[in-house]
């Protein structure tokens, strides 16, 4: 053997011995590229950046201006993720305790109802409970006492009534999941219902509680939309309606925009680590225990339950059904007319006019074709990533499966606008691969955003694959590639099915990063519908977002549909 | 052999009905993102089509346009003086995907500042017929450079009015200071930004002082700022207004035809702005985008301009409202006001910071 043959093979002697550090590092590499990278850049750029420059000398003044400028801004922030939090964790607890531990009926309808509200799109969800909460809202006209919808309240209603569906997502199977035995062992030695729920079932579930309630807090610290549409008529400023003026509006103060990202991920990233903490402690609670487990639900009197399913029926007419018939009253109206004149014989004639403008409506067929091709290419490529690490994470002997599954996980506590601020430094200045200005940058952006929700989704059905099943595979000669592919994905195709039709309809609509990062020659959705209603297009956004939302109805059941056939 | 031969078969038909389906969707996916990036793609198709920044709607221009000359026209609409200042944020980044600017007059310096609109090859008939009111070009010149008439030719005329619910407003104001009333408090609107203009305008009536004092007086009377002018018109439609202010006439033309409850008075103390069409000059188009610009003020462009969300005044000479209710509304302005030219509202860059400065002091917008 010549000594280069020598060398050749004792290096491919070492790279096969080093294979999984080697995979662990480019993974990890990877991920660092889309999550540490613009954490530490938002930083970094929040002491360099002045006015329109990014790069500038080093200071501590944007930092001065942001702690002793305002900090009304950064109050309004915290008091209007708090409060929406709060509000959605309220709300979706009682919800989900009625639905999955009692025997109320009409639950199984509450539930897809209330699921529903998931499809309507951004802005339109807005401008909707500005009519009904707005001077002249129907709500405000059947109240007692005036409500007035641009106010940190008013911002805080809508927002926490927006993250319900999400909020019961995480908790209904929280609620589902507790063994009713101990609920029952308590009502035999005396304990009534309340005192039950006091101590038996809130004690079990509390874990859950406090991850549904951070995560609605993270999300609701990062976002635009209420603040856009809400805030910004109220002259009421939030970090993520600031940094989106300093970003986009001239002139640019990119100084500002940086500290107020920063702040953000500085808010968030307690929040991450608590979220984690909760997450970790739900399956620490976890109290199925085979034959013994049971969860039968919780018997209310007739009268009971009853009253309790028409208690959450008045709810979702509040949430969900009017602000929904607001928005189709809207959509087949000539122009704004209240929808309490439907009422009063004061209403003009309804017409399919908003409807037929959309035929012509060049720009919103682009940005319709554009986010449907952008949330598309981002899901696909979030399932195929969120499974691959899930994979790695907990059945490969790649290294570094720790390091990978936290920063897998870190995107969470990166809010949208910081999100899209690092990247605008990256891809332009760091990386200037030419993505910039793409619709890439955006994909990039949405899958960044949507990996860790998705890993935890898809995490338990990789977690449950045994691992017999894998060594079966090797037995017989597969390769890793072919493992996932005849192993892995035929057990997990459900779940993909399902969190891939969840995970298109929020990208479809997605505003933040969007109204970030668009290019001006590529209109996305979101933003073409906050353009609408700048135009005071009230008609044509409530058609859009009726269009919107049954288009993605029917896209989710297409796509659970297609799940279920399959399994069969 | 035949034991062997099935277990393959079984084998394989076992996998091949997996493998097939995940095989397909493989390929179906490989497929779907090579398809969709193409379509995403900058590629040649891309570049018959401009990009345009603008505040108003665009929809009939860029329809117009792409119906006479098969060139697509991309439009983004921002509010108030949103096309201005993205395009100068972009700017600073060396990102220009814009082909023009369709933009208000009032904030237009900041462009100009960074001497950005190009210069665009107009003859003198053309000017001449865009500015068509008196005092006009004269003034834009005095506030922005002679060359200002070749880089911003306006394509419309904004004409300050009143836009007020008819079944909540029986006597409609015709000024300013009618609005100080306190039948007032609270059921007013207006652009934020507009108030600037309102000062300007003021200042030429009643003199600094009274000006500053009307800004502070309206103020307390808790109008609600609005950004958009039809998010404007809309707040007094829904019921949440009496009275949108300082709103441009075409605002409610489309709506009014609707048989919608709005009427509009132009106001005694009339100013007027115009929107100009600009070509960037690092437009990424700009042959395209000068030859689309040359189309908005030519006869059938400004034609089209008339008809703009219901019909609105194009800045051709001679041209009337494309509607006849606002055009009568506007006739009835001329009749009481005869020997009153509207006060043009353009800014020079040391103005607009002077404006803006006293009006943050003033009322902290």
């Not at chain 1, 199977?173 to 039950?196: H, I, Q």
């Not at chain 1, 014989?345 to 940005?367: E, I, K, M, N, W």
């Not at chain 1, 993505?435 to 899958?447: D, M, S």
């Amino acid at each position: 053997m010549t000594a280069d043959g020598y060398y050749r093979s004792q290096l491919k002697g070492m790279m096969s011995a080093r294979r999984p550090q080697i995979y662990g590092g480019l993974i990890v590499l990877g991920l660092a590229l889309i999550t540490i990278l613009p954490l530490v850049t938002t930083f970094v750029i929040s002491f360099y950046a002045d006015g329109a420059s990014l790069l500038d000398e080093f200071s501590t003044a944007n930092w001065i201006d942001a702690i002793f400028g305002y900090p009304d801004v950064i109050l309004n922030t915290l008091v209007f993720a708090f409060g929406s939090a709060l509000l959605t964790t309220a709300l979706s607890v009682f919800i989900s305790w009625s639905i999955a531990r009692t025997n109320v009926p009409f639950g199984r309808i509450w539930y897809y109802l209330l699921f529903g509200m998931i499809f309507i799109p951004p802005i339109v969800w807005e401008a909707v409970w500005i009519r009904l909460l707005g001077p002249n809202g129907f709500y405000n006209a059947l109240l007692p006492f005036h409500l007035d919808v641009f106010s940190l309240y008013g911002m805080i209603l809508v927002q926490g009534i927006f993250m319900l569906p999400l909020s019961l997502i995480v908790l209904i199977p929280v609620f589902a999941n507790v063994d009713n035995s101990l609920e029952e062992a308590s009502r035999m030695s005396g304990g009534g219902v309340l005192r039950t729920i006091r101590s038996v079932t809130l004690p079990l579930v509390m874990p859950g509680i406090l991850a549904s309630f951070l995560l609605v807090l993270v999300i609701s610290l990062g976002n635009l939309r209420v603040p856009l549409m809400i805030g910004l008529p109220a002259d009421i400023y939030v970090l993520p309606s600031k940094i989106y003026e300093d970003a986009v509006q001239a002139p640019t103060q990119y100084g500002a925009a940086f500290v107020d990202g920063t702040l953000l991920i500085l808010f968030a990233l307690p929040i991450f680590y608590f979220y984690r903490k909760a997450l970790g402690d739900t399956g620490r609670y976890e109290t199925i225990g085979g034959e013994a487990f049971s969860q039968a639900p919780v018997e209310l009197s007739r009268r009971g339950r009853y009253l309790l399913s028409s208690v959450i029926g008045l709810l979702l007419v509040v949430v969900t059904v009017v602000p929904v018939l607001v928005m189709i009253h809207g959509s087949f109206s000539p122009y704004i007319v209240p929808f309490q004149d439907l009422f009063t014989g004061s209403h003009p004639s309804f017409t399919l006019q908003p409807y037929t403008v959309l035929l012509d409506d060049l720009t919103a067929q682009r940005a319709v074709r554009n986010s449907f091709i952008a949330a598309t290419i981002a899901t696909l490529l979030t399932i195929f990533g969120s499974v691959f690490l899930s994979w790695v994470v907990y059945k490969s002997d790649i290294a570094y499966r720790k390091v990978i599954d936290y920063m897998s996980f870190l995107p969470i506590a990166l809010t949208s606008v910081s999100l899209a601020l690092g990247f605008i430094v990256i891809f332009l200045r760091i990386f200037p691969i030419g993505i910039y200005g793409t619709i890439w940058i955006i994909v990039l952006a949405y899958v960044t955003r949507s990996l860790a929700t998705t890993i935890r989704v898809v995490t338990p059905s990789v977690q449950q694959i045994q691992d017999v099943l894998l060594e079966a595979g090797v037995m017989s000669g597969a390769n890793k590639v072919t493992r996932i592919r005849t192993i892995v994905f035929p057990l997990i195709l459900s779940t993909v099915h399902a969190v891939g039709a969840l995970r298109f309809a929020i990208l479809f609509h997605e505003l933040p990063v969007s109204l970030l990062l668009q290019p001006a020659n590529l209109p996305l959705l979101a933003p073409y519908l906050y353009e609408l209603s700048v135009q005071g297009n009230y008609p044509r956004l409530a058609a859009i977002g009726v269009c919107v939302t049954a288009f993605l109805v029917v896209a989710t059941v297409v796509i659970h549909r297609l799940g279920s056939s399959d399994d069969t | 052999m035949t034991d062997d031969r099935t277990r393959g078969c079984s084998y394989r038909c076992g996998e091949t009905t997996r493998r097939s389906v995940l095989g397909a969707t493989g390929g179906l996916s490989a497929a779907a993102l090579t398809g969709l990036a193409g379509c995403l793609g900058n590629g040649e198709e891309e570049s018959e089509e401009l990009t345009v920044y603008t505040n108003i709607p665009f929809e009939e221009i860029a329809d117009g346009y792409e119906e006479e000359t098969g060139v697509g026209v991309n439009y983004v609409t921002l509010q108030g003086q949103e096309p201005i200042t993205r395009y100068v944020a972009e700017a600073d980044q060396e990102q220009y995907d814009v082909d023009a600017i369709c933009c208000n007059s009032t904030g237009m310096w900041q462009l100009f500042e960074d001497d950005i609109p190009a210069t665009l090859d107009l003859s003198d008939e053309q000017i001449d017929r865009q500015f068509s009111l008196s005092g006009m070009a004269e003034t834009y010149q005095d506030r922005l450079g002679d060359d200002v008439l070749q880089r911003a030719p306006p394509i419309l005329l904004q004409i300050g009015a009143f836009h007020y619910h008819t079944e909540s407003v029986s006597d409609p104001p015709t000024s300013y200071l009618d609005l100080l009333d306190d039948r007032w408090e609270g059921e007013t609107c207006t652009q934020p930004f507009t108030m600037m203009y309102v000062l300007q305008a003021l200042e030429e009536h009643l003199g600094t002082e009274e000006a500053e004092e009307y800004i502070l007086d309206y103020h307390d009377l808790d109008p609600q700022y609005i950004g958009g002018g039809g998010s404007n018109v809309q707040s007094v439609l829904g019921g949440d207004n009496d009275l949108a202010k300082y709103i441009w006439g075409f605002y409610s033309s489309q709506e009014i035809s609707d048989g919608a409850p709005i009427d509009l008075t132009f106001v005694d103390e009339l100013s007027f702005s115009t929107q100009v069409m600009i070509r960037p000059e690092n437009a990424p188009n700009p042959e395209a985008a000068e030859e689309f610009i040359e189309w908005t003020i030519s006869e059938s462009g400004q034609e089209i301009v008339q008809s703009l969300a219901g019909g609105s005044i194009p800045a051709r000479e001679g041209m009337e409202y494309g509607h006849d209710h606002v055009q009568q509304r506007w006739e009835e302005w001329q009749d009481a006001h005869p020997d009153t030219d509207p006060f043009p509202t353009v800014q020079s860059p040391e103005s607009a910071q002077e404006y803006a400065d006293r009006i943050d002091e003033l009322i902290g917008l």
